[in-house]
C-alpha cells in the first residue's frame, strides 16, 4: 500500500541552526502539507503546496518556514535558525483530491528536538 | 480559539461494548469532518469522514453521526477491540474559499479494556 514516508525520524538540533525535514509524498498525489504536534497539543496546520506553491499557510507558518518541492518526489520544510519552542513532532501529509474532498495521509513524523 | 473540541481527553471502554467518541465544532464553514487515528510514534490514520450533506456513515465497526445543527459529531465503535487503543482526532475542513488545512481537536485517548 502507498504511503507517505518521512526523514530524519529524529533529529537533534541546537538552537539557531537551520533543519530540513524530508518528506516523499504518495506518487499520485497533488496537494501537500505540513502539520506539526508539540508534545501534548493538538496536531496544528502549517501549511499546504498545490501545483508548485504555497495555497495555504496559518500563523505559525512565519518567515522562519519554507517548503520546496525541489523534484518530483521530495517535499521538504526547512526552519530557519530554531528556536526551543519549535521542537515537536511534525507530519507531512499529502491527498489526491480537492480541498473539500478526500483524506489526507499522514507520515509517521519527524521528531524535532531544539536545544 | 477551539474551532473542534474534543472534550474527553480520555476515555475507557470494555472489550466488546460500545465506544463512543464526541466532537464539537463552532465554525459554521466546515462542512467536511474526518476522524483520524494514532498510535504512539505514529502519524495520524485515516479512519472514516463524513460530508455536511450527510447525517451518518458507517463502515464495518466504524459508524460516524453528524448533527449540523448542534454542530456536533461523533464516532461510534462497535464491537471495541483491544486494536482500538490510541489517540483519535476529529477533524474538519471549510467549504469553499476557506483553508485547505483541516483543524484538529486535541483528541480522545481511547482505553479499552479486556
Known amino acids: 500500500e502507498p504511503e507517505v514516508t518521512q526523514t530524519p525520524s529524529h533529529q537533534v538540533t541546537q538552537m539557531g541552526q537551520e533543519v530540513i525535514l524530508r518528506c516523499v509524498p504518495i506518487?499520485?498525489?497533488?496537494?501537500f502539507y505540513w502539520y506539526r504536534q508539540i508534545l501534548g497539543q493538538k496536531v496544528e496546520f502549517l501549511v499546504s503546496f498545490y501545483n508548485n506553491e504555497i495555497s495555504e499557510k496559518s500563523e505559525i507558518f512565519d518567515d522562519q518556514f519554507s517548503v520546496e518541492r525541489p523534484d518530483g518526489s521530495n517535499f521538504t520544510l526547512k526552519i530557519r535558525s530554531t528556536k526551543l519552542e519549535d521542537s515537536a513532532m511534525y507530519f507531512c501529509?499529502?491527498?489526491?483530491?480537492?480541498?473539500?474532498?478526500?483524506?489526507?495521509?499522514f507520515g509517521e513524523g519527524s521528531r524535532l528536538t531544539v536545544l | 480559539d477551539q474551532q473542534v473540541k474534543q472534550n474527553s481527553p480520555s476515555l475507557s471502554v470494555q472489550e466488546g461494548r460500545i465506544s463512543i467518541l464526541n466532537c464539537d465544532y463552532t465554525?459554521?464553514?466546515?462542512?467536511?469532518f474526518l476522524w483520524y487515528k494514532k498510535y504512539p510514534a505514529e502519524g495520524p490514520t485515516f479512519l472514516i469522514s463524513i460530508s455536511s450533506i450527510k447525517d451518518k456513515n458507517e463502515d464495518g465497526r466504524f459508524t460516524v453521526f453528524l448533527n449540523k445543527s448542534a454542530k456536533h459529531l461523533s464516532l461510534h465503535i462497535v464491537p471495541s477491540q483491544p486494536g482500538d487503543s490510541a489517540v483519535y482526532f476529529c477533524?474538519?475542513?471549510?467549504?469553499?474559499?476557506?483553508?485547505?488545512?483541516?483543524?484538529f481537536g486535541k483528541g480522545t485517548h481511547l482505553i479499552i479494556q479486556p
Open positions: 506518487s499520485n498525489h497533488l496537494y
Open positions: 477533524a474538519a475542513r471549510e467549504s469553499g474559499g476557506g483553508a485547505d488545512g483541516l483543524t
Open positions: 465554525n459554521s464553514m466546515f462542512d467536511y
Open positions: 501529509a499529502s491527498s489526491g483530491a480537492g480541498r473539500n474532498t478526500g483524506e489526507l495521509f
